[in-house]
């Protein structure tokens, strides 16, 4: 499980990139405001693959 979670996490972090940055150009938001934005959803996705992870670590013991 150690070796397939961090796969699973970069998977997961490259989808909601492209699509948040799909998101931004469609919208027609400015770079400026893109970065906030994609740092913003960068750090929400960080928090959440290192909780999910620490729930599978602990439900395997």
Known sequence: MAIVFPVYGL???LVFNFL???FCLRMGIKST???GVLRFTNIMILIMLVTSYIDVLNTAN
Request: charged share 20%; net charge positive.
């Open 33 to 35: 405001k893109q970065n």
């Open 20 to 22: 948040m940055l799909r």
């Open 11 to 13: 998977f997961i972090f």
